[in-house]
């Protein structure tokens, strides 16, 4: 928070969540949309499966939040997962 000639300016950050569940697969397009996005700090789970429910990425992705900050998932399909979340209502 800054703030100038009286006023209170909130400066939020934009961090970034990315997961993919194998070690074959690519985060490279998730992480791009991450950057686009604006994100300052981005964590990554590679090779996590979606019922693991220990996630180191994910841990410190959610420790680094501020109050003011965003959270920005690269895949929402695996974020419900790793949510243990199965179906969204639409």
Do not use: P, W
């Not at 997961?19 to 964590?43: H, M, P, W, Y």
């Amino acid at each position: 928070m800054n703030t100038s000639k009286g006023h209170v300016i909130i400066i939020a950050m934009k961090i970034g969540y990315a997961r993919v569940s194998t070690d074959e697969q690519n985060l490279d397009l998730q992480l791009d949309a991450l950057k686009a996005a604006g994100c300052e700090k981005i964590f990554m789970d590679q090779g996590i499966s979606g019922i693991t429910r220990e996630r180191a990425g994910l841990s410190e992705a959610l420790g680094a939040i501020g109050k003011e900050d965003i959270l920005v998932v690269g895949e929402t399909c695996n974020f419900q997962y790793t949510l243990g979340l199965r179906h969204f209502d639409q």
